[in-house]
């Protein structure tokens, strides 16, 4: 059973940092390309980052260029999203989803085949 678990949201002021994190279980983690998907409230669920799965090739929406970075750890399975100067329209729920291709380019929900649960960003200002 393939499992995502995302942590390290929370409240923090606009200017902030915040680092996600997701632990993945159950599948090959180094066979995936990794995601970080985002939804406010009343919107659609956006994405936000993509990395390939040897961490060499990374993509940004460009809402957060410059102020998101995107790692990888394969021994450990798990993901990481380094969120910086965070802005109020940050605020959002944020999930982790894995991908067996990588897209060089935005990527759409139905490229994922695995999801996290979530967890929520809010940033004040």
């Known amino acids: 059973q393939v499992q995502l678990v995302e942590s390290g949201g929370g409240l923090v002021q606009a200017g902030g940092s915040l680092r996600l994190s997701c632990a993945a279980s159950?599948?090959?983690?180094?066979?995936?390309?990794m995601g970080w998907f985002r939804q406010a409230p009343g919107k659609e669920r956006e994405f936000v980052v993509v990395?390939?799965?040897?961490?060499?090739?990374?993509y940004f929406v460009d809402s957060v260029k410059g102020r998101f970075t995107i790692s990888r750890d394969n021994a450990k399975n798990t993901v990481f999203l380094q969120m910086n100067n965070l802005k109020p329209e940050d605020t959002a729920v944020y999930y982790c989803?894995?991908?067996?291709?990588?897209?060089?380019?935005?990527?759409?929900?139905?490229?994922?085949?695995?999801w996290g649960q979530g967890t929520q960003v809010t940033v004040s200002s």
């Open positions: 989803a894995g991908s067996p291709y990588y897209r060089d380019g935005a990527s759409a929900r139905s490229d994922f085949a695995y």
């Open positions: 159950g599948l090959l983690f180094s066979s995936y390309a």
């Open positions: 990395i390939s799965r040897s961490g060499g090739a990374t």
